[in-house]
Each structure stands twice: as C-alpha cells, then as structure tokens.
C-alpha cells in the first residue's frame, strides 16, 4: 500500500471521527436543553406552588371580595397593601416564567399550564387590580414591560373596571386605623 492511499485512509477514518463527535455533541446538547427545560419548569411550578401555599384566610376573603365593588369600599389601607404585596409578587412569577418562554428556556404552554393565562384575560377588569394598576404598573418595584403588555393588551378598554376606591383616603387614614388598635 503506497503512502498516499494510507494518507487517504487516514484522512477519512479522522472525518468520520469528526462527524462522529458532532454527531454525539449534538445529542448531548439536546439532552442538557431538555435537562435545563425541566429544571426550569420544576423551579417555577415549585416557586408558585409554594407561594400559594401561603395564602390565609384573610387574603382568600380579600381575593374572593376583589371583584365586589361595594366589598372593596370596606377593606382597610391593611387589606389594600396585603393585596397590593400579593399580587406584586404573583406578578412576579409571572414576569419569570414569561422571560423564560422569551428566552426560549420553556415552551408558550407554561404560562397556560402554571395558571398565568389569566392575566391575559380581562385581568383589569377585576376592580381592585383597576385600583391597584398604577402602582403595579408605573410605581416603585413595578411590572416589566413584557406584563405590562400582556395584561393591558388582554384588557381592552372598554372592558377595563374603574376603582371604586380612593387610596389616597385609606391611605391617610392608615395612621390614625393603627393607632387605634
């Protein structure tokens, strides 16, 4: 066997090597994505799982009331801000789980299957988030943009609830409403 069919023989089993190795890199690549995918959506089903977990009693009365208009009137500067600090932080999870579906970390079926799509539906057509939107949406520790779409494309205006309540009242009552108690 002359040296150039050995080189040639060579230079093929060394391609074949390559492709080989592409070929397994590749494989595994696939595999750590899907790893990292899992990961994700167990990291932040497990996130909300336990933040609802943490939900008393007063805050499901205060959610159940946040549709009534005339509930809303009776709720104390207290009620407002456990349900402004409530909802902020489910907005969060939110905001995650939307920025992973961006970064293409997890499907767009997460925010249907971890509960979100409703914030997408009507969300400010719930009379208490209409009192508590500008301070979630343009306030200290505000929503991100990417929320702030979603929920305010998934509620036209015309459907959008106004707030029944002036918070600037329960607010300046809050001092005096701790004192005396």
Sequence with gaps: MNSEK??????LVGIFG??????FVGIELRNSNVQARAAAFQAIGIATSEFHQTMDDRLNLLYEQAFDEKALKTWSYSDWLAV???????????????LQVEQGLLGEETIVNLGFAAFGENFLSIPAVACLWPRLSAGPGRVGPQVRAWIENGSPPGGR???????SEKRQSYGSEAKSN
Excluded: H, K, M
């Excluded at 609830?161 to 918070?167: D, I, K, M, S």
């Design 18 to 23: 390559i492709i080989v190795s592409l070929i």
């Design 84 to 98: 402004d600090r409530r909802l902020r932080a489910d907005l969060r999870l939110f905001e995650t789980a939307l």
């Design 6 to 11: 050995l080189r040639a023989y060579v230079e």
């Design 161 to 167: 609830a106004n707030c029944p309540v002036e918070l």
